[in-house]
């Protein structure tokens, strides 16, 4: 399955098929040198069919989490571009998560004024959401995402078999995101989930998300509105994120946060029972004052509103603007 992303920076394809891993030198110019970035909870397998296939290559693997997301290793990476002598001509290959993707796609775009990086994601929430629309970034000063560019992939290589690795949890935090997209905008993705044989449709849901990521993309590739969307849950996800210090997910955080904001009631039962059986979390207790300060500091607030996303009709996300009074209301203050 193939599908090209236009954007003004760039256009780019997205190729999903299984063993795709195990031939990602077929799509790469022979006499351009290679750098492999990855991390060190990416099975050693995944990065082996690289190595192979590159022996000339250089390779840094930094150490896994999200707390690596950050100015330290971004340094270390360039520096290790730079020991490599890579050229602006040469190619990055991002092997991983979301945390390898923000981090290489952040140092592909600094290293030279911006090289070209190939996304190879390994996690399911890489590979339906955040492989594709060249949003780059670390964390600083204790804000997530607060530096970054955005820097499109030059291309995008999907391999499912990669997911064979992947635990249970891991699998359903990035099903929640498609869980999100069908709401917003597919109400035939968010239907498999509601069939009891969602496990054999994950290439559908992984096109499907994609699908819906990349109209959106296109339409608006600097989040100036319809981007937004996207952010369907985020708001109290974000929120549960941050007062949760690393107890749950990002996926887990949206799950919980999708049910928070929505309120129509025939949607939110339908959603409860697809969370139910992606065991995903669906409510979290936290101090509803803490909840408020959190939301209120959140960079997407206005001064006397907030945006939030809204779900009315499955498939039909739409934009809301509510007060800070209302806010505070859901807060539960
Ligand atoms: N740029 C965007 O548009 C965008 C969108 C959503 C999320 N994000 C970012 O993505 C990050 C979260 O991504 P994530 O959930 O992929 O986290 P992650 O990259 O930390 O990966 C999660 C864990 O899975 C392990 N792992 C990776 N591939 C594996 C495999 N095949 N088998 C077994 N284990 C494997 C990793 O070592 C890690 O421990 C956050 O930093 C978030 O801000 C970015
Ligand atoms: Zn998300």
């Not at 997301?69 to 040469?90: C, F, P, S, V, Y």
């Not at 820097?151 to 359903?172: E, F, G, H, M, Y």
Request: hydrophobic share 40%.
């Amino acid at each position: 399955m193939k599908m090209t992303v236009h954007t003004r920076q760039r256009d780019y394809d997205i190729e999903i098929a299984h063993g795709l891993l195990q031939r990602v030198s077929a799509f790469v110019e022979p006499d351009r040198r290679v750098f492999i970035l990855s991390e060190d909870g990416v099975p050693e397998c995944w990065r082996n069919l690289l190595a192979d296939q590159f022996p000339g290559a250089g390779m840094f693997v930094f150490p896994q989490g999200e707390a690596s997301k950050n100015m330290d290793t971004l340094q270390d990476i360039l520096a290790r571009m730079l020991e490599h002598h890579l050229t602006r001509g040469d190619l990055v290959l991002a092997l991983g998560g979301g945390v390898t993707g923000d981090l290489s796609g952040l140092a592909a775009s600094l290293y030279m004024r911006g090289i070209d990086w190939v996304s190879l994601p390994t996690t399911m929430l890489a590979m339906v959401d955040s492989s594709i629309g060249g949003k780059t970034a670390v964390d600083f000063h204790h804000l997530k995402n607060s530096i970054g560019t955005f820097w499109q992939p030059s291309l995008v290589l999907i391999d499912p078999d990669a997911l064979r690795t992947l635990c249970p949890r891991l699998l359903s935090e990035g099903l929640a995101e498609a869980v999100k997209t069908g709401m917003i905008r597919d109400p035939e993705l968010f239907a498999l989930f509601e069939s009891d044989a969602y496990q054999d449709h994950l290439d559908e849901i992984i096109w499907r998300s994609l699908r819906v990521k990349k109209d959106i993309v296109e339409a608006d590739e600097r989040e100036g509105g319809l981007r937004k969307l996207l952010n369907f849950g985020h708001t109290f996800g974000h929120a549960y994120e941050e007062l949760g210090q690393g107890r749950y997910l990002h996926g887990e955080c949206v799950a919980m946060g999708m049910m928070t904001i929505l309120e129509n009631k025939e949607l939110k039962k339908r959603l409860a029972a697809v969370l139910d059986r992606l065991h995903l979390p669906q409510s979290c207790t936290v101090e509803p004052a803490a909840l408020y300060r959190c939301i209120e500091s959140d960079k997407k607030t206005g001064h006397e509103t907030i945006t939030i996303v809204q779900v009315e009709e499955m498939g039909k996300g739409t934009l809301e603007t509510w007060s800070l009074e209302k806010m505070k209301r859901k807060c539960g203050l």
